[in-house]
C-alpha cells in the first residue's frame, strides 16, 4: 500500500555521518517544530529530488504569524530564489504558519502546468489536512511530496492534467494565483476512524487476485475502516495507527490500474502478486490465507518495502517469509530488484 509505505521513504538515503546543522537551503524551521531526525531526512530527500528531478522544494516553518501568508510565501519564493540555478523558476515552496493554522504551496512558473491550483488545493485540503490534524506534520509533508512526484512522473510520460479523470467529483479546489493555501488545524487530535456500514463485504477472498479486487474497491468507496476482515490482524492494527486520506486512496486507485499484468505466487498459505520488474513503481502485494480465503498482508509490506525519491520500490528486509515469490529475481546491495 503505497500510501503508508512511502512515510518510511526517506530511509532509503544513506544516513551518512551529520555534523548536526541542516542545510537552510532546503529547509527552515523557525518554530522547533521537527525533531533534528526529521531535519535530517527532509533535508537530504530535498537535496536528492534536486539532484535528480531539478525540483527545488523548500519547506519553511514560521514562527509568527505573518499579515498575509500570500505575500510571504510570495517574498519568500523571490528570496529563496527557488529553482535551478540556470533557470531559476522550477521550485516549490511549502510555508506553514502553526500559530494561525495555515499552509500555503507557491509553484514556480516552470511547474504551473503540472501542478495546477487545482492539484495544490486538492493537496493541502485531502492530504496535508488529516496529516496535520492528528499533529502528524512530518508525516503530512513526506505523504504530499510523494504525490507531487507522482504527478511530476506522469507529467514526463505525457499524461496532462485531467482534474476529473484524478480526483473524480471532488474537484472543488480551484484558487486564484500561482498555488493554493489552506487553513488547517495542526495538532486538534488524532483523525477518527471511519467505521463503513460496507465492512462486511469485505471479507477474506476465494483467491489473492480477488482479494486485490476487493480493495480496489475500498480505495474506490474512500473506506478508511482499518478493521475490515479483508486485512489481516496484524494489518487491522497497523491501520488503526495510521492516517489515510482520501488522496492517497485515489492515488494508489490510479497507480494499480495502470499496472501491467502481474504474476502469482503462492507457498502453503501465503502468496504474493507482483508485478515486472521494468515497472519498477509498482511493488509486490502480500496475501495470507486463513480457514475463510486469502488476506491482504499491508503490515510485511509496510515492514520489508521502501521507495526511493522516484517512487521506485525495493526491499529493506530480505529475510522475510514472502521471498519465494522472488526467486527468479536477483537484488543489488541496495534491495533493488533485477531480471537474472
Known sequence: MRYFQKISIFFVLLLVACSGQQSSEFLVDKAG?????????????????????????????????????????????TEYAL????????????LIDPHGTKVRIEIGYDLESIFPDSFVGYLERKQME?????????AGVEATVELLITRAQRASLGFKFDPKEEFGN???FFSGGAGAKATIEIGTGVVQKQKSNLAGEFGPQPSPELALEAYKKVLRLHIKDP????????????????????????????????????KLFI???RSVIRFPVRDRTHSPFFFQHNPDGWMLDFATMNRTIIFNHRNYWHFKVKDHEYMFGFEDLIFDRNGFPHNR
Open 83 to 94: 529553482g535551478s540555478k540556470t533557470r531559476g523558476t522550477k521550485g516549490v515552496l511549502l
Open 130 to 138: 488529516p496529516f496535520f490534524r492528528a499533529g502528524k506534520v512530518v
Open 267 to 269: 507457498s502453503g498459505s
Open 227 to 262: 478493521n475490515l476482515v479483508l486485512y489481516t490482524p496484524a494489518t487491522r492494527n497497523f491501520f488503526s495507527r495510521w492516517v489515510v486520506t482520501d488522496a492517497q486512496q485515489s492515488n494508489e486507485l490510479e497507480h494499480l490500474e495502470s499496472g501491467k499484468p502481474a
Open 170 to 172: 471532488d474537484i472543488g
Open 33 to 77: 517544530l521537527l525533531t533534528t531526525q526529521a531535519r535530517f531526512r527532509i533535508t537530504e530527500y530535498h537535496r536528492t529530488l534536486l539532484k535528480d528531478l531539478d525540483i527545488h522544494f523548500k519547506l519553511v516553518i514560521l514562527d509568527q504569524s505573518p499579515t498575509s501568508i500570500d505575500a510571504m510565501a510570495s517574498e519568500l519564493f
